[in-house]
Every structure is written in C-alpha cells, then in structure tokens.
C-alpha cells in the first residue's frame, strides 16, 4: 500500500462514473487555458497541457468547455476550442487518446458562454435581456423559441461528436452566469413562454439538453452536468437555495449520471473562491445535494489540500474532489499525495491569476508554476531537469520567493547553491504577508514548499548572515544572483527619519507599536495589506494616502473589490490623487489635485511606498538581479524572475 492510500483511504478508494470504474475520487475540474487556436482547432499546446493532467494520477479528466454554434455565441474565450462540426473531431481524439494512455477517464465538457459570450461579436444572448454587472460583456439579445430549439440540438450534435472523438463521457456546463445558468436562474430569465417563469419553466432549456444528449448517445454513456448549487444573487433576485435544489433536480432526472455542484456567479458580491474563503467551506452546499437527489456528487471550490476532500468523502458530503486551480499549480498533485510526497505539491495561492489572464483574452497563466504552457518543452523542466553539463557555485542573496525559487531550480540542476539571508528566518515578504487576515497565512506553504524543495536537492541556508562583497568573494562563486526584494523608501519624503514613522513591514512583523490614529503612506497592494492588517487588530484608525487616482491598481480583480469593500465597511479613509509633502510628528502633509494643503493626524506613519534594495556590489559580468530587487512587483513576478533565470544556469 502507497503512503497516499493508507493516510487518505477514500480519496485513492475506487470510484464509479455510471458504469465506468474510476482509479481513484480525484477529478480534474474543466478550466479554459487560451492556448487553441482562435479558429476553435485544438493546438498541440492543449495537449500537452493535457496529456499532464492525466499523467499526474487524476482518476477523471475533464477537458476545457467547447462551444457548440457556429456563430461564435457561445464562445466566451479568444482561445477556446470548438465542437460545431464534424472538423474539429481529429483535434479532440487527440486529448482523448493522451488521457486514455494514463488510465484516466477521459470527459469532453460542452460549454455555451450565454451572457458572458459571443468573444468575437458585438452582442451576447440569454434568455432575456438583463444588463450585464460586469462592464467588460456586450450588451445581451433575447434569444427566440428557435434559436433556443437551435441550441438544444447543437448541444446534442456535440455530444455525439464527444463520443465519436474517443471520450469516455460529456460533462455540461451550467455554471457562473453562463447560458444553462442564465435560464436557471431567476436573476436573468423574464420570460414568460415554457422556458421562464417557474421553476419548471426555468429548468425545461436544460433539461431538454439533457433529454437530448441522452437519446443520443444511448443509456450507456454517462453524462455529467455542473449547476450551481447556491447562486449568492440575492441582492438582485436571484434563485434561492431551495429553488436551485428544484430546478437541479429536475434537470438531473432528465438523465444525469453525476452532478458537479458549484457555488457562485462571475457576478456575485461575495467571496467564493478567494483566500478570505477558508478550505472546505462548501462542502455542506454539496452534501445538501448528494442528500436530496440521491446522487454521485463531485466538488470543487477551495479544496486545495487533501485532508479537506477526505474528510468530506469519509462522511459522505461527497463522492469525488474536483480540482482545478490547485491542478492548474501542479497537475502531478495526485500523484505526490499518493505517493507520500506532500511537500512537493506546488501549493496554488488562490491568487487568481489564471482567471484574470483568461478575461484579458491572454493565455493561462500561473503564480506559482512557470511551466505552464511549456509542459512539452524539455527546457522548462516540467518534468524535471536534467543536470548542467558543468558544475556552478551559485550564491543567492536573499531568501524571498525569487530566491528561494531560483535556490530550487540551480539546485535541481546539480549546482553548488548557498543562499544567504539576514534574518533569522526565510521567506522574505512572503513570510511577512503571512501574518494578514483572511486567509493570508496560506503563503507559508509555497515558503515552505520552496524551502523543502531547496533541501531536497542540497541547497544550503546561511541566515542571521549580512552579505558583502567581501563575504561573496571568500565563497569563490561563478554566478551571484541578487534577490534583496524591496523595503519601504524612507528617503522619498521630507521627514522619513521621524521616530513615529515606521516600515510596513515591521508593522505586520509585529515589531513596531502603532498608535491609534495612522496613516499609511503607498497606493499598492502592499498599503492596502497593511490597512486591512490592522484593521484586523483593531483599535485604530486608519487612512491610506498616495497620489494614485485610484488604490490597488496592482491588485488581481478578484480581490480588489472585495479589499476596497472590507476598507470602506471598515471606515478607513482614502485620500487618493494627495501629493505627499512632509511627514510630521503630527502627521502628513499632503497637496490634493487642486493644490490645496491638508494635515492629515497621525500619531503613526506606517511607509508602504517600496523601493528596490539593492545593496551589495559585484562583478557586473557574473551578477544577476531578480524579484523585487529589480523592481517592486507582486509575488508572480518574483516567482516567474527566480525560475527563468535558474533553469538557464
């Protein structure tokens, strides 16, 4: 028996998909990645990105959503792959027979982007036209009794077409405002005709689909369907929870083999997904389903860690853990757990990168895996590296995620790597953002994990260690690489010097006492972190000030709303577009965009505005700088620096 098997028995239990049998309870959850062509043809990029998916032990694999129209209506994503016509078969046999060869069962998802769709086109469509809250979409058009009828068949016409390309069953998408959703919910369905008005009427598009799909493809063939369990719409009449209980249920006695419950709309004003959302908080909304229409019943959704999927299998919540950011991370998740290799799980961060890609119209992307998207390129090291040809003495200076993640890779590769660090602990800001709220703590396990895999390969630590260049030159090496990060500038300002100023960092370090009244100075995600850090503690007032028209451009718009939010409820001022004059004893004296004055009081000046530290000198031919040391960036960048770098050492 494998360590995984013995510490998480019914994660690595067999499973049941109809009458398939699945190896484990692990299903790779359906994601667009942007790397087909704009023609809907699948590219060898896909493939990859697949063939590593099934590789890494999932006993499911699910493919990204194909669009089903020609027109485009349904194709919310610039590289999204189609299923129209018979054309596009060869390209999807081919991720079904890379799936197949790791013993995975292979599912072609069918997506119709509804009101978040129609990528190409000047209009989207949905059953009626409600305005859209995300200011990005076009404006929607109604759809007829025959374009619905039209798209009933086309999802029937792309089942049949996921059968003859090789998978093993279709899985439809009804989930966070796409179409399915779009009928099912109250929110955006007005119509009066059989396809609105109760919950009946609601569920009869969907339910059609599935009546469909499953004369089609026989009795065999097992169907999955994702619907949302609970659509937090509340403020804008969306379905209650027993409605969406209804209308699932209707669907899935259509002919539905296993539903995959999900929580949430693009357009929700609440936390879903986020870090502020602890693991496992909805597993209940999927055992409400599992209990109430008797059947197999897969989950997503902040579940990033296996001891949370075990506990809810164990107790019946559910009967398979889907994954996909945490997969996006490290598609061999599956199998280092079952292998005892926990620490070696690229830990994903919740940080929501890939999606922000996605509704940029870029290709995915990853935080806290570079190799994304280079999954079939040797160089990258997907896979692993293998050793240099010739032996380097490598010092790292620093011990942040740049340098912890370039430590990794050199290492890795069979060189000689000390990293020096002058604190007595490592992880840089990393390790100081860790002490946030909501959530924060989270980043100790990519600290950790880095560390783990720095020791692992024989990467040595010296901290409590100032570096010179004195201390460089006694190690002999061949390449330096700088990777000090950044550190608040207290040279910027008139009056940096002052006793009651006091670095961020230090701040959420807890080595500084802070008054009541305190103004933090920066216009980055680092000054909106050390509001919200001690608003947490309570106690204080707070304001923020900078000359940014607007706070927090550098954040991911998945959390930013939600900061700005909790900032607002928390009754911290902004003073945006404010000039910084002076820091005083008393406070700060800035210049707003009309050039008048203000003193804002303070008996604390916490400085958020970060600067590169850059220090130590060396020889320029054999020195290399990354992360925040170049220029103060988020943690992508930092990550992204240390390991392009590295794996051309």
């Not at 997506?111 to 979409?137: A, N």
Request: with cysteine; proline share 4%; aromatic share 8%.
């Amino acid at each position: 028996m494998l360590p995984g098997q013995k510490k998480y028995p019914h994660i690595f239990s067999p499973g049941k998909l109809g009458k398939l049998d699945t190896k484990n309870r692990i299903k790779y959850a359906s994601t667009e990645t942007n790397f087909n062509y704009r023609d809907g043809y699948v590219a060898d990029k896909e493939v990859a990105y697949m063939e590593a998916q099934a590789r890494g032990g999932a006993g499911i694999v699910t493919t990204q959503g194909a669009y089903t129209d020609a027109s485009g209506e349904g194709k919310g994503y610039v590289g999204m792959m189609a299923i129209w016509d018979d054309k596009f078969i060869p390209g999807l046999r081919r991720i079904a027979d890379v799936i197949r060869k790791y013993d995975s069962v292979s599912v072609l998802q069918l997506m119709h982007c509804g009101r978040v769709g129609g990528i190409h086109l000047d209009y989207t469509v949905g059953p009626s036209v409600v305005e859209q809250k995300l200011p990005r979409f076009r404006p929607p058009r109604e759809m007829s009794r025959e374009d619905v009828e039209r798209c009933i068949e086309e999802h029937v016409l792309g089942a049949r077409r996921c059968a003859e390309a090789g998978f093993d069953a279709v899985e439809i998408s009804g989930i966070v405002g796409y179409l399915l959703s779009n009928f099912i919910s109250a929110y955006t369905n007005k119509r009066t005709d059989e396809f609105g008005g109760d919950v009946k009427g609601r569920a009869e598009f969907p339910r059609r689909i599935v009546e469909g799909i499953r004369k089609e493809v026989g009795s065999d063939y097992p169907i999955i369907i994702r619907l949302c369990g609970e659509e937090l719409l509340d403020d804008r009449g969306g379905n209650t929870p027993e409605e969406s209980l209804a209308i699932n249920r209707i669907i899935c006695d259509a002919g539905v083999d296993m539903l995959s419950v999900t929580v949430g709309w693009q357009e929700s004003a609440e936390s879903v997904i986020s870090r502020d959302i602890p693991q496992g908080h909805w597993v209940h909304v999927g055992r409400r389903f599992k209990e109430q229409l008797k059947l197999p019943v897969c989950m997503a959704y902040r579940l990033f860690e296996p001891q949370y999927p075990e506990q809810a299998l164990a107790d019946g919540s559910i009967d398979f853990w889907e994954s996909c950011r945490a997969m996006i991370a490290d598609p061999m998740l599956p199998n280092k757990i079952l292998e005892g290799r926990e620490e070696d799980i690229i830990p994903c961060m919740a940080c929501n990168i890939c999606l922000a890609r996605l509704f940029r119209d870029a290709e995915l992307t990853c935080c806290v895996r570079p190799t994304l998207g280079h999954e079939s390129e040797a160089d990258w090291g997907f896979y692993g590296f293998n050793r240099a040809p010739k032996k380097k003495k490598i010092v790292i200076v620093g011990t942040g995620l740049a340098g912890l993640q370039a430590g990794a890779v050199a290492a890795e590769k069979g060189h000689d790597v000390t990293l020096f660090e002058k604190k007595d602990r490592i992880g840089g800001q990393a390790a100081t953002a860790a002490n946030g709220p909501w959530g924060d703590v989270e980043f100790l396990r990519l600290v950790d994990h880095l560390k783990a895999k720095c020791d692992k390969h024989g990467a040595k630590f010296l901290t409590n260690t100032t570096v010179t260049r004195e201390r460089i030159e006694s190690q002999a090496p061949d390449q330096v690489i700088l990777a000090t990060g950044a550190r608040p500038d207290r040279d910027a300002f008139p009056g940096g010097e002052g006793h009651n100023v006091v670095s961020c960092l230090d701040v959420m370090d807890a080595k500084v006492d802070v008054g009541r009244r305190v103004v933090v100075v920066g216009w980055t995600g680092v000054a909106i972190s050390t509001a919200l850090f001690l608003v947490d503690k309570g106690d204080h007032d707070v304001a923020i000030v900078g000359p940014a028209k607007k706070f927090g451009l550098d954040v991911n718009p998945s959390y930013i709303w939600r900061y700005m939010k909790k900032l607002k409820q928390s009754g911290v001022t902004q003073y945006t577009k404010h000039k910084i004059k002076e820091l005083k004893p008393d406070g700060v004296v800035a210049e707003d965009a009309q050039g008048a004055q203000v003193v804002i009081e303070a008996d604390t000046i916490v400085l958020a505005n970060m600067t590169a530290v850059n220090e130590v000198t060396y020889k320029k031919e054999d020195l290399y700088t990354i992360g925040d040391a170049v220029s103060p960036r988020r943690a992508n960048a930092a990550i992204h620096d240390g390991y392009r770098l590295a794996m051309t050492l």
